[in-house]
């Protein structure tokens, strides 16, 4: 490994890990616009986890080593899921290392300690939380899965890299498996990240809320870990997206110019989709958990749909 | 002596075992001889097994003998080749786990007497491996009806219950029932030859009639034994019943003999593969892991759940064998191989990963008294070994990367990608299909598993008396240890294994993945080429540990690290209790809404006068209501009418010969003509 390929890794890494907030902060703001409210400003995010990480954290007595160990391993997981998905370029020496279905797996990893954590307090809130977080998990991750597998039909791989290669060297037109696979993603998008048809990122209502609920014992720094965890899980989805759909514009080679020559597309299609995502939450209301299953069904139908158009349309 | 043929090393090993359960007759009662040497010895038997049968698949040698054992003129012919000397390897290695956490587990003065558990269980693990090493359908059937009785009278070990042994006997029931099919089998297989060593059957050219008969008895036969769909009844019952060491060796060892048999059956004995075949298999499997996963989220016993979660765990590996077989229907070997790789990847995660979460429950057992989830929690404080142990089984086990059972779902997900080249397309639509229901299957795994660790280890104990639990015992921490590192290793050194399959699925079906798999770097695993699909596990377990260690140091460096302990936030109430967790037929109220058309449930609602309200709801098996319980009636029913002929009377019962007589007499001339 060259000295370039290595600090285009490093690069690819902490670009995440450096504007996941921003995207965050992005995404709140516009919210805020939308509802004709002033809003804090896009970096928010970043005085939030300043403050946190200077904090004291307290901790239940009764909370156990797994509650510690738990907020270093989700961060650990949802920075590495970010340096395998193909950001800014498709030629890196982590890329190799997992391909889609293993970065499924790394989410799953994530949310299984989140849920333990959540669980270890023995608090009703994190056990609720644990519970409605699998229960959008066990539907949400196959769904995401055919999702992955339609685009890996039409790339004839399962690595991240070669799909987006495949999809930028094509000529320019709407693959209906895609299509199906595009909407599936969406609806998987929104109940990852709790969003609003499925979670409200800013209540702490009881009856409602998932990964607030899961996350209600945590304070300090490990709360800080928590949400920058969260706000990196957006930016990876965020970044598949991207991948998967419109991948025009992600550089081919590992050298650090050529990532910076493909920052701006990236930043620019980041843009569009918080502004997006606000609007959604904006203008849909929240479902009842029993309607969760039914929303991600859909999801997960629409991506099985999607295979199957591929294998009938050979596109 | 160093230099023997791996065989007859292999041999040496299954007398030494037969040896140990013999003196265990000899010191009856002598609990702590038995218990901390002869278990310890039979423990290090099952190591020398397993570097035996290695050495052997390494060196690929096909090895046979004759034993002079059984009826004149019908020895035991004897067989090591890449397949069974694999499966060795496998009870080799997690029988070194189990017997040394038995030589802990076992108590003195409960059920049966220690002497006669040693004779049980080292009898047990002999007749496993001589069901690999047979080479006719004799030597066969004698060792799998001694596995079958052995592990009877194992679960049954706690014998004063009658609940235990009406388990018991459901489990022999079956088990009978699938012997038949398998003898049967066999039958068809020597194709009226009258010679019924294997080497005879694989030299037959049956038709495809007969071909699919014999098929069909093996699935249903093996089947039995394996637990799939709907001969799956006895393994929710026998599993909780037996001893968690026993659980633990028949959930993770014997239910594979049933995989290796249809393995031995459908791709050495038999030449013809019919496509349907494989479909029909797949659809078995896809349906029992569904099935079996589904119950298992609904559970409210850990070892109940367990046993579902086995069963979840066979129907993955009929669905790789399946389609292993759809694949070689169709000459594409090299993808036929790939499947075949992701069974028996998965055949050794789940052999130790299951097994460790047995044996986990054991410990649980042993220090709290307890099995129902409903009154276990926080034991993760109390038993921290046991606990973290539990979590590398839970998350081997969930599939999660980069544990062993993640290795077999990414290559059995690779297998099922690399479809669409099959001819018929009809079968490539019902791919997607099969590909979501491993999806789904995959993550209902998850959701399983995080039920069993979170409820059974973490939150606030739910009994008084949990606060006593005591941590496992050396012997059982080294057992389950042992376990925890084999589930690891499979995890992040897939090459290694894979170079072990090798040989195996090219005895099978005449290809191999390995080195194709290991061309990029033993620390990538790339099934076909690195731009079609590519995982390395050490890059994930380095990259998280180092994102962690960056994290954790970055915090210290920049941040204080000052913590403070308080209560948790009760929602602004002082009060707050364990009874306000979450239980686990709560945790499993949302697959209960979600798959309610596959549940029998018995709701018991409180009614608006009730002074002292009570609600309760019992999810139970339709299988039961739909097969099992109409057969038990019809067969009732008729032994009532057969009844009707037994008058207990004498003259009567001359008349019955009479007329028998009158009836052979009257057949006779027919029958000369």
């Known amino acids: 490994m060259t000295f370039t390929r290595a600090l285009s890794q490093v690069i690819s890494v902490v670009t995440p890990l450096a504007l996941a907030p921003l995207l965050l902060g992005w995404v709140n703001q516009v919210r805020a616009w939308l509802s004709n409210r002033r809003g804090p400003g896009i970096l928010q995010p970043y005085r939030m986890l300043h403050k946190l990480f200077n904090k004291d954290s307290v901790m239940a007595d009764s909370a156990s080593s797994l509650f510690r160990f738990a907020p270093y391993a989700i961060f650990g997981c949802m920075l590495l899921a970010n340096a395998i998905i193909p950001t800014l370029s498709t030629d890196l020496p982590l890329a190799s290392a997992a391909d889609a279905i293993a970065l499924v797996g790394l989410l799953a990893l994530a949310r299984v300690f989140i849920s333990l954590a959540a669980m270890d307090i023995g608090t009703a809130f994190g056990t609720l939380g644990a519970r409605r977080e699998m229960l959008v998990g066990f539907l949400a991750e196959p769904a995401l899965l055919t999702v992955l597998f339609s685009a890996s039909l039409n790339g004839k791989s399962t690595a991240l890299a070669t799909i987006v290669e495949a999809v930028v060297h094509r000529d320019f037109a709407i693959y209906p498996s895609l299509v199906f696979a595009g909407m599936a993603f969406t609806l998987v998008y929104l109940a990852e990240n709790s969003r609003v048809p499925v979670d409200n990122p800013s209540t702490h209502l009881e009856l409602t809320m998932i990964h607030e609920a899961m996350i209600l014992e945590y304070s300090g720094r490990h709360l800080a870990l928590m949400e920058w965890a969260a706000a990196l899980k957006l930016f990876a989805y965020s970044t598949l997206g991207i991948a998967l759909f419109l991948p025009w514009g992600i550089g081919q080679r590992a050298t650090p110019s050529s990532l910076l020559f493909s920052l701006p597309s990236l930043a620019l299609k980041l843009v569009v989709i918080g502004a997006v995502l606000a609007l959604v939450e904006t203008f849909s209301a929240k479902l009842r958990i029993f309607r969760v299953p039914e929303f991600l069904a859909t999801a997960f139908l629409l991506g099985v749909i999607g295979m199957l158009t591929h294998i009938l349309l050979g596109a | ?375 276990l929690g926080g034991l993760i404080r109390f038993m921290p070994w046991v606990a973290w142990l539990a979590l590398i089984g839970v998350l081997a086990s969930s599939g999660l990367p980069p544990f062993s059972g993640f290795v077999s779902e990414w290559l059995l997900l690779q297998s099922f990608l690399f479809t669409p080249g099959l001819p018929q397309p009809f079968l490539n639509m019902l791919i997607p299909i099969a590909t979501a229901s491993i999806a789904l299957t995959a993550a209902l795994a998850g959701y399983a598993m995080v039920k069993f660790f979170g409820v059974i280890f973490l939150g606030q104990p739910r009994e008084e008396k949990l606060s006593q639990a005591h941590d496992a015992g050396k012997f059982e921490k080294i057992g389950m240890g042992w376990l925890a590192i084999l589930s690891i290793g499979l995890g992040v050194a897939p090459n290694w294994v894979l170079h072990l399959i090798d040989p195996v699925t090219k005895g099978l079906v005449g290809e191999g993945i390995a080195r194709n798999a290991s061309a990029n770097g033993w620390w990538l695993v790339t099934p076909t080429s690195i731009a079609r699909a590519s995982y390395g596990p050490l890059y994930f377990l380095f990259g998280v540990m180092a994102a962690c260690a960056v994290a954790f140091v970055l915090v210290r460096l920049f941040y204080h690290a000052r913590l403070r302990r308080s209560a948790p936030w009760g929602g602004g109430h002082s009060w707050r209790n364990s009874r306000m967790q979450d239980t686990a037929e709560g945790y499993g109220q949302p697959i209960r809404q979600i798959f309610e058309p596959f549940f029998h449930l018995e709701r018991h609602l409180p009614k608006p006068e009730d002074t002292e309200p009570e609600y309760s709801v019992a999810v139970s098996d339709k299988f039961w209501e739909g097969i099992y319980m109409p057969i038990a009636r019809a067969t009732e029913y008729v032994s009532v009418k057969v009844g009707r002929l037994q008058q207990g009377r004498i003259s009567i019962y001359l008349l019955y010969s009479f007329i028998t007589l009158l009836v052979i007499l009257l057949l006779v001339p027919t029958a000369r003509r």
């Open chain 2, 1 to 375: 002596m160093l230099n023997m043929m791996a065989i007859d090393w292999v041999l040496w090993i299954i007398g030494a075992w037969i040896a140990l359960g013999l003196l265990g007759i000899i010191a009856l009662h002598k609990f702590a001889l038995v218990a901390r040497v002869f278990f310890p010895l039979g423990a290090v038997g099952g190591l020398i097994l397993a570097y035996a049968a290695a050495q052997a698949l390494v060196s690929g040698r096909v090895e046979s003998k004759q034993l002079a054992l059984g009826l004149p003129s019908l020895p035991f012919h004897l067989r090591l080749d890449a397949l069974s000397a694999f499966f060795l390897v496998i009870i080799g290695l997690a029988s070194f786990g189990i017997s040394l956490f038995a030589a802990g587990y076992f108590r003195n003065g409960e059920g049966t007497a220690p002497g006669l558990l040693c004779l049980e269980f080292h009898f047990f693990l002999a007749s496993m491996a001589l069901v690999l090493l047979a080479d006719d359908a004799y030597a066969f059937m004698v060792a799998w009806e001694s596995m079958a009785l052995t592990s009877y009278f194992l679960v049954t070990a706690n014998h004063r219950l009658p609940k235990i042994r009406a388990a018991g006997f459901l489990y022999l029931l079956i088990a009978h029932i699938g012997a038949i099919a398998i003898l049967l089998c066999f039958g068809v297989l020597q194709a009226n030859t009258g010679d019924y060593t294997f080497a005879n059957m694989r030299a037959q050219n049956l038709s495809t009639f007969w071909a699919s008969a014999a098929f069909l008895l093996a699935i249903f036969g093996f089947g039995a034994k394996a637990g799939i769909l709907p001969l799956h009844i006895w393994l929710p019952e026998a599993h909780p019943a037996a001893p968690s060491p026993v659980s633990a060796l028949m959930s993770g060892v014997m239910l594979k003999m049933a995989i290796y048999g249809l393995l031995r059956v459908c791709f050495d004995l038999l030449h013809l593969h019919i496509w349907w075949w494989g479909v029909l298999m797949l659809a078995l499997g896809l349906i029992t892991a569904i099935f079996g996963v589904v119950f298992a989220a609904v559970q409210v016993e850990m070892k109940r759940l367990l046993a579902y979660s086995s069963i979840e765990n066979i129907g993955l590996l009929f669905a790789a064998m399946g389609l292993g077989l759809l694949f070689r229907s169709y000459g594409m070997n090299a993808l036929a191989a790939l499947a075949l790789t992701a069974c028996l990847y998965h055949v050794a995660g789940h052999a130790f990963f299951k097994s460790l979460l047995f044996l986990t429950t054991g410990s649980v057992l042993h220090a709290t008294g307890e099995r129902n989830l409903g009154r």
